[in-house]
């Protein structure tokens, strides 16, 4: 009944007018320019939050536009420097050349890992489907074999997780944990949403008895609660991971109890001129987001 609903918004979505889905992606979404990411990320910095920005937008066909846009990338972590802002960027692979060729995505990477590196800064190489886990893994390895400024993200649904974590962990792991966004079929991914929390669970206690710092990405209350329990009970020190959230998600007051307690916490900003078509791919790919967005709409900060 829910999905059922869910997927009756989404088919009016393209129907509303534009300033009316403006305003609403306008909680998640920065703005179209850099400077309006800024300006988020700079009100962010002040309130005690670091940030991550990225700007939207996938699926890049040529080998020129993949091109432009790492270097666009590249003048961020100059703008970031420049302003002085607790900030990294997140990229996703296939808005950089995923889809048109591994060695295009390898220079493209390694030429944003080398630019933050040059900047003291970091890059967080998101992960997109499963179609793709495998070579952002390994170019991923590839770069952090060059740099240490640089991370991809683990997503907790996959059975293949826990194996790929132990493969990796060390000194030099900086890892995104999320539970993953993409629709995934059973024979690879967990569906249930305990099962998922368990699995997280799991594969962070196992990234605290190793080595490695990783980004605690959620909002579900249940489970940060849980992270916060076991870091507790490991005595886990605060130099070994961060909380992470999106831009715009309620969580109740938590940030800023997370702030308190003197942990770190980082804001996913997304931003560019892409915001409806991508919001409308997402939303598409997984409509689940849109009753969470409707829910949002009546819940507190
Ligand atoms: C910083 C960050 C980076 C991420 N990077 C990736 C990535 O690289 N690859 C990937 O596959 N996934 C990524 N994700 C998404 C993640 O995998 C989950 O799909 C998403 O966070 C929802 O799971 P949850 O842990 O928040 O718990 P849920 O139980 O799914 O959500 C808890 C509550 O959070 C709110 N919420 C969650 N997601 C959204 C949303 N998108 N919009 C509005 N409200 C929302 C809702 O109120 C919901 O009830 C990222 C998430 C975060 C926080």
Redesign the pocket.
Known sequence: MIKLFNRLILFFIPHLPLFFVRFVAGR?VAGESCEEAFEVVRKLNAKGFMA?IDILGEHTRTKHTAFMITQKYCELFDAIKRRKLDCNI?VKPSHIGLDIGEQILRENLLKLVGKAAESGNFLRI???NSKTTDITLKLADECLAKYDSVGT?L?AYLFRTEDDLKERVGPKLNV?L?????RESPDIAIQD?HEINKNYLKVLKYLFDHEGYV?I????LV?LKDCLHLIRDLKVPSDRFEF???Y???MSGWLEKLIKMKYKV?V?VPFGPEWYAYSIRRLQENP??VG??F??LF?RA
Request: proline share 3%; charged share 20%; with cysteine.
């Open positions: 998640y991550t997140s998101d992960m997109e993200v997503q995104r999320c539970k993953g966004i993409y949403r980004g990405a959620t909002h579900d489970l992470q959230v999106l715009g998600v309620p980082r996913y689940n987001i969470y967005i829910n949002n819940r």
